[in-house]
């Protein structure tokens, strides 16, 4: 894996971990889906302008486009709603659990879906990087216990599921279509169930246009989704899905330093242990791609 690949993977982390402030920031001034569906909608509409104005060539085949149809269900639709909803019901330490469970998962469907390969070390490394989430995050599930913790646990088993299943999606079209277009697509299609769901169930005249619900909405569009989800797609032109998808552990990680410098929150000796087995887990993954590479 280049420094240049690893660079942009460690970017988009980064920019991940950044929503979870940005969201529950905005969150004060809109409804929740509605919110969703204005980040969605602003992140599509930028990738695509972009990809007109670089004359970039438009996705075509039926098959493309019912992909692009998952990715957008998947990733935007239910990603974007179990990530907005999911605050109201759980700890932020029992969502980090369930929502790190994405890699194995993305993992084990890119090995009978894609055809990747995993050696036992790759495999060590995953187990071992999700033991560092637990280690992490696990002063904050007793946190868990309150009412409506199951309805929580359910939006954010859909938001890691749709995911899943849209990066091993993106996974079987990155290099066939350009990622502008595809990115910017899959947004557009994952914004209709969203739109609809806020137009049924939300009073959109409740928006408050402040200046911090405008700066969240605009950091969450427009770096948050257009350019992360960018990064992305063009790792996965790159990289096996296995290799790329094990940096998702470094999340909560980014998330926890922005919490320390931009909050004065500190890291306890049990968090910086849980770091310290997430990074020794994206070693042995991406350990184990050497060695099959030489081996092949």
């Not at 029992?94 to 009978?112: F, S, W």
């Not at 928006?207 to 992305?232: D, E, K, P, R």
């Not at 922005?258 to 049990?270: C, D, H, Q, T, Y």
Request: aromatic share 10%; hydrophobic share 60%.
């Amino acid at each position: 894996m280049s420094p240049t690949t690893i660079t942009k993977i460690v970017l988009a982390m980064l920019l991940w971990a950044a929503c979870f402030p940005l969201i529950t920031a905005g969150l004060q001034y809109s409804p929740h889906l509605t919110f969703a569906t204005l980040r969605a909608i602003l992140a599509a509409a930028t990738l695509v302008f972009v990809a007109v104005w670089l004359q970039r060539p438009f996705p075509r085949g039926w098959r493309t486009w019912v992909t692009l149809g998952v990715v957008g269900l998947g990733a935007t639709s239910l990603g974007f709603l179990g990530m907005f909803h999911a605050a109201e019901f759980v700890s932020p330490g029992l969502a980090t659990v369930i929502a790190n469970a994405q890699p194995l998962l993305a993992t084990m469907l890119g090995v009978a879906w894609l055809g990747e390969r995993l050696a036992r070390v790759g495999w060590g490394g995953l187990l071992i990087g999700f033991a560092g989430i637990l280690v992490i995050a696990l002063p904050q599930l007793g946190d868990g216990a309150r009412d409506g913790t199951a309805i929580g646990f359910a939006y954010i088993v859909l938001a890691a599921v749709g995911v899943t299943v849209s990066n091993v999606a993106i996974k079987s079209i990155a290099g066939q279509v350009d990622g502008l277009f595809a990115m910017g697509f899959q947004m557009l299609i994952g914004s209709v169930p969203l739109a609809v769901a806020a137009l049924l169930l939300e009073d959109q005249t409740a928006i408050q246009w402040t200046s911090v619900f405008v700066m969240s909405l605009l950091g969450l569009a427009l770096f948050g989704s257009a350019l992360v989800y960018w990064l992305w797609f063009s790792v996965l032109e790159e990289v096996e899905l296995n290799r790329a998808i094990v940096f998702s552990f470094l999340v909560p990680i980014f998330g926890l330093t922005i919490g320390a410098v931009f909050f004065g929150e500190r890291l306890s000796v049990m968090q910086l242990s849980g770091i310290l087995l997430v990074i020794a887990g994206i070693v042995f993954v991406n350990l184990s791609g050497r060695i099959q590479s030489q081996h092949s």
